[in-house]
């Protein structure tokens, strides 16, 4: 087991540089990749959405009543900042609809397992970034699809019910079997959380693999614009956190937790979901797969950034 904790410490360290070099690799090789299908990104997806439920515990949703306005603050922050700025952005650059699609699907997913990891290198309020990636993640089945709906109608095609039955398969049911079993068998579960991290991360390049691979031609022909895209709606999403966290006074940790949260996107599961809900726009799961390239990268300079921002006495009372 330690040899296992061990190789776990390791890929949670170099998480960024794994993914970069995985991508890079699916890109620029894609033949070296493709032998992982893109009808795995669901089930792979779910294997971190139950490793999720496994870290769970009931206290975590206590949070959300012992410091509602909190937790109300991130969620409201999470499915407003992030899906306006994908519209604006796609506005801006004039995507097409494809890319438009993808890149508001990754605006309104909620916050991936990342932003809870990166939360505790940048020395953040942990305790508040899993409850608002809990509740956010509940609230993604119905939000999800609606605030797509409502954005994307006039461009494509959205059927709403698709994505909300896929939401449910793809991260509600996982979690919920992974927080039973953490339930029913909690000192068995504690022995696997500290090797959780090296198989979130081992799903995770295999999904961006899987997307890169596949679609490598279709990456490499949009040229710079999504990638500049992505960057954007990522770092203006830390900047959007940052910036409401300072205007309400919040605390530095929860400042720190609230600006990883908005930022950071579970853009797996917009990948998953631009499959599904847009079979006839391939391009539409490339922001995703972009996404989860970059989002790991820059979570990793931020929390260098973020970990050397110490809060003076009078925040900490907030």
């Known amino acids: 087991m330690k040899v296992l904790e061990k190789i776990s410490d390791f890929f949670g360290k170099y998480m960024a540089f794994i993914v970069l070099v995985i991508a890079a690799l699916a890109l620029f090789v894609p033949s070296s990749c493709l032998w992982v299908q893109t009808s795995w990104v669901n089930y792979l997806l ?38 306006l700025l994908a519209w604006l952005l796609g506005t801006v650059f004039q995507l097409d609809p494809a890319l438009l699609a993808g890149v508001i ?6 916050g991936g397992t990342s932003s809870n990891v990166i939360t505790y290198l940048s020395k953040g309020d942990v305790a508040l970034s899993v409850g608002m990636t809990s509740v956010n993640t509940l609230l993604a089945p119905f939000l999800t699809p609606a605030i797509t709906y409502l954005l994307l109608r006039t461009t494509v095609t959205v059927d709403p019910v698709s994505m909300f039955l896929s939401i449910i398969k793809v991260v509600i049911v996982p979690i919920a079997l992974g927080f039973i079993i953490n339930k029913l068998f909690g000192k068995f579960t504690q022995k696997l959380v500290s090797v959780l ?16 691979s596949h679609n490598s031609e279709k990456i490499m022909t949009t040229g710079a614009i999504v990638f500049v895209v992505v960057i954007l709606h990522n770092l203006l999403g830390y900047a959007c956190g940052f910036g409401i966290g300072r205007l309400l006074h919040l605390s530095v940790p929860k400042t720190k937790a609230i600006s990883i949260e908005i930022g950071m996107q579970n853009s797996g599961l917009a990948t998953s979901l631009a499959g599904t809900a847009f079979p006839e726009l391939a391009m539409a799961t490339v922001p995703g797969a972009v996404f989860s390239v970059w989002h ?14 110490t809060e003076k006495k009078a925040d900490a009372k907030r």
């Open 197 to 212: 991290p090296s198989v979130s991360v081992v799903a995770i390049c295999l999904i961006v693999a899987a997307v890169v």
């Open 105 to 110: 699907l990754v605006g309104t997913c909620p």
């Open 46 to 83: 779910m294997v971190v959405m139950f490793g999720m439920g496994l870290t769970l515990k009931l206290e975590d949703f206590k949070l959300v009543f012992t410091r509602p306005k909190d937790i109300i603050i991130g969620c409201l922050a999470q499915f407003t900042v992030m899906p």
């Open 296 to 309: 790991n990268i820059s979570g990793a300079v931020l929390a260098n950034i973020y970990s050397r921002w």
